[in-house]
């Protein structure tokens, strides 16, 4: 990948040309100039030949994965590649995210602003409507009203603990030192584990009039006991890697983790849905598979060592 620009967005795709098409649309039209690498997993759609336009830019990068890594290997290998790559900024989002076209502009104005001390900044996503999107809804941390957190607020950048993976922003730097995203989670709290792991250590901020639009289908959270019978099975990472990160947090999150599992049961068991039994095995499932899930962080460095946090 030839470096043209000092800032790479990284976008994830699976079987999804007609939305990935709009995001590079929407991302080689930004009013700052910046590179992009495609990481598609596996796509069967024939992505590749429906946006081979943009190939043909000499800052447009495609890698096929050859598989599905899922969302959190996708952003895993993207992100690698980028940070060893030394891209002083990494942008990432999935294929169905299209930026407004100032989106990198006003993520840049909040760097500026901040001096580069953050740990990662996070755009506004919206549905197509113009609401918020209830699935990208970002943390607030608790002390976003002291010191320095309440003069940026001042300035409209609102301190926050964690993020979803729909147009976040990293310095390169913060990236190698933090490690990257889990790829083992494969779907689900990939985002949530890594930008808390990073706002452990650094402020990090909501940046409002960086805006993206979300394109998915409903906007709606993800819930078990109204999501479709074939989109059930994939519940079960979702459970796996809430315990990993329950775990991290310590014993209070611990026990807000099986209230919500015992909540999930009991609807699940009072509604009308189809499949009662598959859903209730799914959760217990996730939970068991909980207990023994011990990822390691992937750093990035020449040997590639890993660790655990």
Known sequence: MNMKNRIV??????????LLYE???????QSVPNDILIIDNGSTDHTKEHISSFL?????????AERNLGGAGGFNLGMKKAAERGYEYIWIMDDDTIPEQNALEELLKADCLLKGT??????????????ACLMNVPG???????????RYLEKGLLSIRHASFVSAFFPGKIVREAGLPIK??????????YTTRIS????????????????????????????????????????????????????VEIIKYYFNVLTACFNIIRSNCPAKIKRLKTVLQGVFAGWFFRPKVELVSKNNKDMEL
């Open 9 to 18: 967005a990284v976008v994830v795709t699976f079987n999804r040309k007609e």
């Open 23 to 29: 995001c590079l649309t929407a991302l080689t039209a």
């Open 56 to 64: 043909e830019y000499e800052n447009v990068c495609y890698c096929n």
């Open 118 to 131: 953050y740990g990662f900044l996070a755009s506004a996503v919206l549905w197509i409507d113009g609401t």
């Open 140 to 150: 607030v941390s608790k002390n976003y009203l002291e010191g320095d957190n309440n």
């Open 184 to 193: 083992e989670f494969f779907i689900w709290n990939d985002d949530y584990e």
């Open 200 to 251: 452990r250590k650094y402020n990090c901020y909501y940046v409002p009039r960086s805006r993206v639009i979300h394109k998915m289908k409903k906007n709606i959270k993800t819930n078990i006991v109204l999501d479709t019978p074939d989109r059930v099975g994939r519940y079960r990472y979702s459970y796996r890697n809430s315990y990993y990160t329950a775990r991290k947090e310590g014993a």
